[in-house]
């Protein structure tokens, strides 16, 4: 055979069976080879003609068939006409039934909605990253949820965390040199979410930081009078936006960010 030619057969894209059939052509060395596919299968008569072209061009059929009367038709109409025919997904769908004694689903291109979860799992990430502690203002106006707190609070974990839910999450630090972007009270309150923690707790926490990064734990970071005026300040800050606080002085990461998914659901 001088270039090898499949056909794919699918009642979805097709891609899951091209992949498996150029992974499997890889392995025989073949630089030149010919793929076509006929994806969205719905009716025997396609599966027909798919059948009857491959029988002219001396090609293999590669199909992921969920229906099984589909299944079955290609196979039995394949072996009529001589035709190499290769189940790819049957198999395993047959398979995890018995193992599992549950039913298929049976409906076509449920993993590209899984696909379709995954990217915007990633494009969510990606977000949470681009617009972690006030980099860039303009993500405010862009974000699902807006997290506002003083240095220590856990933005950026809960921004990551929520992230893998699908929210894109902007954070932004409140110090009190620096000015809020305008941004902040132009969005939606309801979007903003402010992380209060009390002056104790937060001294303890920077503390301990400062003592991982090997520095004096009594510099201004960590010194009470400082944590107060950053706290009445972003308390300020919160009264102008009216938004929902949260206080994380005694709460992980996981519970916040819950208390949140909670807060938006009720919406």
Known sequence: MSKPIVYIVSDSVGETAELVVKASLSQFNYDNFEIQRIPYVEDKETIHDAVIQAKEHDALIGYTLVVPEFRQYLNELAKKHDV???DIIGPMITK???????KPRLEPGLVHKLDEDYFKRVEAIEFAVKYDDGRDPRGILKADIILIGVSRTSKTPLSQYLAHKRL???NVPIVPEVEPPEELFR????????LSISPQKLNDIRKE?????????QATYANMERIKQELDHFQNVVDRINCQVIDVSNKAVEETANTILHTINKK
């Open 209 to 217: 930081r400062l003592k991982a990064l090997g520095l004096d734990d």
């Open 187 to 194: 969005v939606d309150p309801t979007k903003c979410i402010a």
């Open 96 to 102: 995890m039934e018995d193992l599992y004694d549950k």
């Open 168 to 170: 894109k999450v902007a």
């Open 84 to 86: 190499t025919a290769v």
